[in-house]
């Protein structure tokens, strides 16, 4: 038995690694946010942006009833989306800021919803702005606004926005691969010196 002990250390101590790991990660789950916004002039602007759920900055006005988190460049992870007829990626994006506030107070509820994501993306000497007031389906006052601009400083208001959070989907980092391989070459170890033993 005692010759087994080694392996079976490595086994648990690739299991408490990754384990630890795996719960760490489930509170920094990346988020992925859909976008649709149809634009008064009967154009499109639909697609999705991936970022990480770790704010670059955050503040909250709890005096004011609600609090905020804001999303900059460095937390884009991916996107991709169509801009009147043309295809875009996250190479093509020089900023992007992505704001989700929710709301405490009756009279902030009652004008935004519980809750509103915005979102602003600079492009190809192109940006649009758009919120979703009452993101989480709850009624708002406020009606849904966007505008977009070019290079020619054009703009057009926008008939409907939709931007939604899909669920959170966590991602194993390195670090939890390494401790779960760790614990499969343990795993292997007594397995083999099972059969040697049997063989024997």
Known sequence: ????????????????????VLSAEAAQALSFYDFNIQWADTTTTT????????PDSQFSLPDDGFQEQ???????????FTH?????????ITNLSLVR???????????FGYLY??????????????IDYGADGSPAIETDYADKFSVVASTDNTISVSLTERPSEAVPEPTTMAGLA???????????????????
């Open 101 to 111: 506030a929710a709301f405490q107070t009756d009279v902030f509820q009652q004008r």
């Open 84 to 92: 009147e007829g043309t295809p875009y990626g996250k190479s093509d």
């Open 1 to 20: 038995m005692t010759r087994f002990l080694p392996s079976l250390a490595t086994v648990a101590a690739g299991l408490t690694l990754g384990a630890s």
């Open 47 to 54: 697609g999705w942006v991936q970022v990480d759920d770790t």
């Open 117 to 130: 994501n915005s979102i602003g993306l600079s492009f190809a000497n192109q940006f649009f702005g758009a």
């Open 70 to 80: 804001t999303w900059t460049l460095s937390s884009l992870l991916d996107a991709s």
């Open 182 to 200: 760790l614990a499969g070459a343990g795993m292997a170890a007594v397995r083999r010196r099972q059969q040697r033993k049997s063989a024997a």
